[in-house]
T-cell receptor, first 110, second 111 residues
Framework: EAQVTQNPRYLITVTGKKLTVTCSQN?????MSWYRQDPGLGLRQIYY???????DKGDVPEGYKVSRKEKRNFPLILESPSPNQTSLYFC?????????FGSGTQLSVL | RKEVEQDPGPFNVPEGATVAFNCTYS??????FFWYRQDCRKEPKLLMS???SGNEDGRFTAQLNRASQYISLLIRDSKLSDSATYLC????????????FGTGTSLTVIP
């Protein structure tokens, strides 16, 4: 089954404790992207990647890192999370014009 | 100015009603437009692409008005299962690698 797998689904952490949210797709897509969704602000792009070892900033990259060492994986790294990064995060991969989303990660930073 | 703007609603309509949503975009050179559907805090899913000539899929019709820089989604004969948030998405130039999402329009279809 074609899918984008994100883990974990829920994560509660404390300020400053490094964390990684994983994202994996099995559709051989070159394009992958991370978004955060906040009430009243909609989905905002954090980072995207056009292929292995090619990543670019989206609209809200501050406080985040990504890596694309393999085509299927695109982890999101928060080196020192802060409360303003509490949000619902979605990973997506793209084939043609269509974006396929993971099921989301609800992150709470205390 | 935001890349994409939508009326957040909520729209509460009875079953069988026709409802329309509009979405405006700021970059006049944009070529790719989409409507996504999102159920409560779940992942967005593509509903339909929006072409210059319009696009119809069953009860759903999407249209593009380039002169006024807006896209629309029309839902006819609303069903309870249409209750969701509808997201307008624009993929502007030059790279085409950044998808801009509207904040979404909430629809509730009432029995």
């Amino acid at each position: 089954e074609a899918q984008v797998t994100q883990n974990p689904r829920y994560l509660i952490t404390v300020t400053g404790k490094k964390l990684t949210v994983t994202c994996s797709q099995n559709m051989n897509h070159e394009y992958m992207s991370w978004y955060r969704q906040d009430p009243g602000l909609g989905l905002r792009q954090i980072y995207y990647s056009m292929n292995v070892e090619v990543t670019d900033k989206g609209d809200v990259p501050e406080g985040y890192k990504v890596s694309r060492k393999e085509k299927r994986n695109f982890p999101l790294i928060l080196e020192s999370p802060s409360p303003n990064q509490t949000s619902l995060y979605f990973c997506a991969s793209g084939g043609g014009e269509k974006l396929f989303f993971g099921s989301g990660t609800q992150l709470s930073v205390l | 100015r935001k890349e994409v703007e939508q009326d957040p609603g909520p729209f509460n309509v009875p079953e069988g009603a026709t409802v329309a949503f509009n979405c405006t975009y700021s970059n006049s050179a944009s070529q790719s437009f989409f409507w996504y559907r999102q159920d409560c805090r779940k992942e967005p899913k593509l509903l339909m692409s929006v072409y210059s000539s319009g696009n119809e899929d069953g009860r759903f019709t999407a249209q593009l008005n380039r002169a006024s820089q807006y896209i629309s989604l029309l839902i006819r004969d609303s069903k309870l299962s249409d209750s969701a948030t509808y997201l307008c998405v624009v993929n502007p130039p030059p790279t085409g690698n950044q998808f801009y999402f509207g904040t979404g329009t909430s629809l509730t279809v009432i029995p």
